[in-house]
């Protein structure tokens, strides 16, 4: 096994998730993706024992006859869901907190992309992978099964975060490969306006997106108290100032800039969640895809 | 109680207080550089607002002081006026008994010896009739002008000098039975060796001569050899009339505890440095002696011919040179009743205590203190 940040305790945590749509069952009307078991020209694949909340027509009563118990047909097919996964992998990505250097932006963006992915491979979906960098998009094709889980381990690890967002005319294989009624996840800092932007364009090209914000402690506290040097990772550009005396100036424009952007979010149809790196990794993951017994109401 | 400084001029160190502030202020101005991606919503103040701010106010502080008393410690601060007025008791050794007993029962008086370092009373008797007038005049003179002082001495006192007791205060001279008269001095003429060379055949009669006026006796012979041989050690005095280097040997009989007299023409050896013992009217130096080991090495400082030292043909030469080599002890021993001090003496401007060493100890107790506070965690974790 090779770099694989989702560890089987996180990996249990995961299973009370679901991924769901929210437009492919307001489009094609009732759980279109939910129904995936069941119908014609399905492949059976396996039996499995009753779980409480399964549905009792699911039950297979002929061996319900034979065994004296509960048993639910499961089957597989082509899932109808494609899940993308776009990371944000420019400069600022790079920024850790002072408290715990070693673990940036893009490292929680890396494990929350592996929890979706182990998430959504689990269901039976298909998962992409777009990560944002300056010179160099990385694409990974949607696709399904184990071997998929494997290669986008591979290729999240490599992902090194560097420049700043590429520019339109190279966000052509977004927009050619993420077909209509696809789920898209957009995770990044979305501090330059590029990324929200893409995502609003995206949710009005009939995508459904979801987004996660990857904050640092230092943009939720700013608990500078000296002299610093402020340089912008992307521009280089510095500001030399005294933390104290910006500290306050700075949490009012940052948390207005914040509500403008979760009210564009949510004028947009996007569901968004935000991830500061000392909370727990699954918190927005919790907030996005919690699993009720219905399914896809989160 | 008046506290003083001795060096007022030491204060001028003050003006490194400046060290520590520009310290805790530089650091305020190296900025740390932090990676900060949200830039955008950090530029609303572009002028950062100019104020003096100190760092690690409670280190400045500990700093500022470690200063101010450093400079203080190079002013000398001082206290003048501090008077221990407790009546003191200065006992000479040799009392009798009894009286040393009572002396020793008082617990509000201060007893010492009168001996050097005046020891307390408490220890063992000193030494007796060293310096006694001497060391007596110096404890009265260190002693608050205003501190009675009682001495008890003997009835035969030694150490006296020629000057009688004049001190600053009246002093209650306590006289007891006990005391002893100091063996008369044995006054005999010393013993003379002279080994001579050829050259120095003429001057060695001079000394000859010299060495035979001491001894009354008619018949009276001087050992005197031309060759190297040495004498018997407790011959006393050698006179080693030979030309250049000192020989080794000689050197030892020397500082074995024998006097060696050299002519102007040798040379002594070295490691010595001859200081003048005897001089003439004009106050040249007629003699050089430097000690050797337990004896001592005198030289000549002109040749032995009355041409270059005339003193040979004076009547006294022997008795001068006699005195040279065998020193008449001064008369130390008097009567107490005789010697009772007087007053008059003059008193000495009085001693400030000087507070340096108690200063010192702040200053090293508040460095621990600094170097806790520098290198202690909480630094870190407050910055």
Redesign the interface.
């Known amino acids: 096994m090779g770099w694989d940040p989702v560890t089987p305790g996180l990996r249990a945590q995961l299973r009370g998730l679901r991924i769901a749509s929210r437009r492919s069952s307001a489009l094609r009307g009732g759980g279109q993706h939910r129904s995936r078991d069941k119908g014609a020209g399905l492949e059976f694949s396996q039996y499995r024992g009753y779980e409480p909340g399964d549905e009792p027509r699911r039950i297979d009563w002929k061996l319900y006859a034979r065994s004296d118990r509960f048993f639910v047909r499961e089957a597989e097919r082509d899932s109808p869901l494609a899940v993308w996964i776009v990371l944000d992998a420019s400069a600022s990505m790079t920024q850790a907190d002072e408290a715990r250097p070693d673990v940036s932006r893009l490292d929680a963006g890396k494990a929350l992309a592996a929890c979706i992915a182990e998430v959504a491979l689990r269901q039976g979906d298909r998962v992409g992978l777009v990560a944002l960098r300056e010179d160099a998009l990385v694409f990974v094709p949607a696709a399904a099964g184990s071997r998929q889980r494997e290669r986008l381990l591979f290729d999240l690890e490599r992902i090194r975060a560097d420049g700043g967002v590429p520019e339109e005319s190279r966000l052509r294989p977004v927009w050619d490969r993420i077909a209509a009624d696809d789920l898209v996840v957009v995770l990044g800092d979305f501090l330059d306006p590029a990324v929200p932007d893409l995502a609003t364009r995206l949710a009005a090209a009939r995508r459904e997106v979801l987004a996660i914000q990857l904050l640092a402690v230092a943009e939720r506290d700013f608990p500078f108290a000296d002299g610093r040097r402020f340089i912008d990772p992307e521009t280089g550009e510095a500001l030399p100032g005294d933390a104290r005396t910006l500290r306050a100036e700075f949490l009012a424009r940052f948390g207005a800039a914040q509500q403008a952007l979760h009210a564009r979010f949510g004028e947009a149809g996007i569901r968004h969640a935000v991830h500061i790196l000392d909370e727990p990794l699954l918190q927005p993951l919790r907030q996005l895809f919690a699993a009720g017994p219905g399914g896809a109401d989160a | 109680m008046n506290p003083l400084l001795l060096f007022p001029a030491g204060l001028a160190a003050l003006a490194a207080l400046a060290l520590p502030l520009l310290i805790h202020l530089a650091r305020?101005?190296?900025?740390?550089?932090?990676?900060?991606?949200?830039?955008?919503?950090?530029?609303?103040?572009p002028r950062?607002?100019r104020r003096i701010r100190f760092?690690e106010a409670w280190l400045l502080a500990v700093r500022l002081l470690l200063v101010a008393l450093l400079a203080l410690l190079l002013a000398q601060p001082a206290l003048l006026g501090v008077v221990d007025e407790r009546p003191r008791l200065l006992v000479a050794p040799g009392v009798d008994d009894a009286a040393l007993v009572a002396a020793r029962s008082d617990p509000a008086v201060d007893a010492r010896w009168l001996a050097p370092g005046f020891p307390s009373l408490e220890e063992a008797a000193p030494v007796g009739g060293v310096a006694t007038a001497s060391l007596l005049r110096e404890f009265d003179a260190t002693l608050a002008p205003t501190a009675p002082l009682a001495v008890l001495v003997p009835e035969r006192l030694l150490g006296a000098d020629a000057a009688r007791l004049q001190l600053t205060r009246q002093v209650e001279w306590r006289i007891t039975a006990g005391g002893a008269w100091p063996e008369p001095v044995t006054d005999a003429a010393p013993k003379l060796a002279i080994r001579h060379d050829a050259t120095h055949r003429d001057g060695m009669r001079y000394l000859r001569a010299a060495a035979l006026a001491w001894a009354d006796a008619e018949d009276a012979t001087v050992d005197v050899a031309e060759s190297v041989e040495l004498p018997a050690q407790d011959t006393g005095v050698l006179a080693w009339l030979h030309s250049g280097p000192l020989p080794d040997d000689v050197l030892r009989w020397a500082q074995a505890g024998g006097q060696v007299l050299l002519p102007a023409d040798a040379e002594m050896p070295d490691g010595h440095a001859p200081a003048a013992a005897w001089r003439d009217e004009c106050g040249d130096p007629l003699v050089r002696a430097a000690q050797a080991g337990q004896g001592r090495l005198l030289q000549l400082a002109h040749g032995l011919v009355p041409a270059a030292m005339p003193q040979l043909l004076d009547p006294t030469f022997p008795h001068a040179l006699r005195d040279l080599l065998q020193p008449a002890p001064a008369p130390t021993a008097v009567a107490a009743a005789d010697y009772a001090p007087g007053t008059g003496g003059l008193a000495m401007a009085p001693v400030p205590l000087d507070l340096r060493p108690w200063l010192a100890l702040a200053i090293a107790l508040l460095a621990l203190l600094e170097r806790w506070l520098a290198s202690s965690r909480r630094r870190g974790a407050a910055?």
């Not at chain 2, 305020?28 to 103040?45: K, N």
């Open positions: 305020r101005q190296q900025q740390r550089p932090t990676v900060f991606a949200a830039l955008r919503w950090l530029q609303a103040r950062p607002r760092d910055t």
